[in-house]
């Protein structure tokens, strides 16, 4: 399998604060991958860089090939790399189907397509994903009124229906009742198996991460740590040490 | 669409086409509350629907009124010797000049507003919440201020037009039913507009616009977009304008800030921001409202008024349809559903 995202010795630094430091991975076609690290690691720096959200001091970071370290966020957003937040944004003043149905690719947008009316298809295939992340009975609420868990859900939702090639995904399950977890593990595989959707997913809870990501990197200190598969970083000692604070 | 709407548009239609042959002697009254409408409507579109709260709006109105009267006094004489005489000396206009300069006028001024909307959105869409509002605000208070110093256009005093040629009170018909035409496209216009895409993706702004960035919408586009369709109806109901008044200068009629500028605001807070029916709701209202306290309260009109929009600020921030959404949301579709397994499928 081919790399979809290419990171290339990045570094960021706020002011004094050097939040990424010459980091470098990459993300396989079709996986799914993980990236692990303690709190203020640098995990959502990179992935902010990734997506374009603030401009790189150092390095490279190409998707599909093409170098995208320089492009606004909106933009690298119609390539197809999407991402979803730690602090979960919807739009809370529309309800569940409104919140799908803007959530349609803008790739292909043209501004005359933007005047027209959503189709029966777009409105079947709101309700089809709402169904498929359980929120299809509350699909006229407004979504602001959601439980946070059912807006995580709802924000996974709509990042599907943008029809992405590769979503980056911030703590998908932070603040999820754990019965709810598991049926959110399954539907990010089906996700990966049946829509093909690349997923590059942060996480804190070990075991999400361990029982779905191939490959796992480990972030401590803004450096990449260490690399592996569930198994080995598992065992890896730097990794133990990181998590327990020998650094 | 359900039957009570169609009931409820054809009575609105039924009353718009009435008003003035039934209430001759407010007339110029109710062109007013149709310019209202108006200035409402349009100012929802960027206020309420995208969560940019312009105070500037009011610039178009009086950009509108000066472009409709230039293109109408410079089709038939030239602009700097007219508005030196400053109303005296003989400028005569056919009926023909006259309708044909104020429709060309009209027009001319909504689209020049247009234009200036696409450029000045440029610069102030840059900025966010109350930085935008106050951005705006200088714009209009600037454009006050540049016009009343630049004598090719009057200067200070303004221009005047020439007076409607006919009867006066078929004039003042003639102007509401103008107004009334606008005020309807303008409602028929953004009932469309906000259930296209388009209008999902500026309620996307509103909502979170970082969101809408990171899903890959074109956000300045359609930000400008709104803002320059906004200007448009603005532009022309200032041109309306114009002609209705006869004479306008700048700071008081043209770019009234504190006036009309304000007025806009207060209706669509008083109606509910962010609704289809709210801005003419609070349009109504806050109209009938002044007329009342300036004819019965004269003295005290200014205080009432501003006693309303500290109580709307304050205590009534949703507005009427706001509040009816807050107090009846199944009247507006919004509750739990039973699943229906055929329908997912």
Redesign the interface.
Known sequence: MSSIIEVQGVSKAFGGVVANKEVSLSVKQGGITGLIGPNGSGKTTLFNSV?G?HPIDAGSIKFEGKEVSKL????I??LGL??T?QQT???????GV?NM???????K?S?W??????SSEDYERA??LL?FVGL???????SGDLSFGQQKLLEFA?ALM?EPTCLLLDEPTAGINPTLINGLIDRLKRANAEFGITLFIIEHNMRVIMSMAETIYCMAHGEMLAQGTPDEIQNDQRVIDAYLGAH | MARNKIILYALSLAITLIAPFAFPAYGTQLATLWLMIIVALTWDMTGGQMGYNSLGNIFFYGTGMYVAAVISIGLVYDVGDYTNAAGGGIYEFTDAQYFGGLFLGILGAGIFCSITAVLIGYVTFGLRGPYFAIGTLGVAIAAGELVSNWEWVGGGQGIALPVYPGDLDIGKIFFYFLFAAIGVSVFIFVRWLYGTRFGAAINAIRDDEEKADAMGIHALRYKLITWAMAAFFVGMAGGISAFQLIHFEPLESAYQTINLGIFMVVCVLLGGKGTLWGPVVGAILFHLFKEVTWNYFLGWQWVALGALIVVTVVYFQDGVMGWLMHKRPEWFGIKVEAKVAEEAK
């Open positions: 997506v959200y606004p966020v909106q933009e957003a119609r999407l991402r937040f944004r919807i739009y809370g003043k529309m309800n409104e149905l803007i959530s349609l690719p803008h790739r947008m501004i397509d933007a005047l027209k009316s959503y309700d089809h169904e299809y009975e509350k699909r006229k609420l407004k709509m943008n």
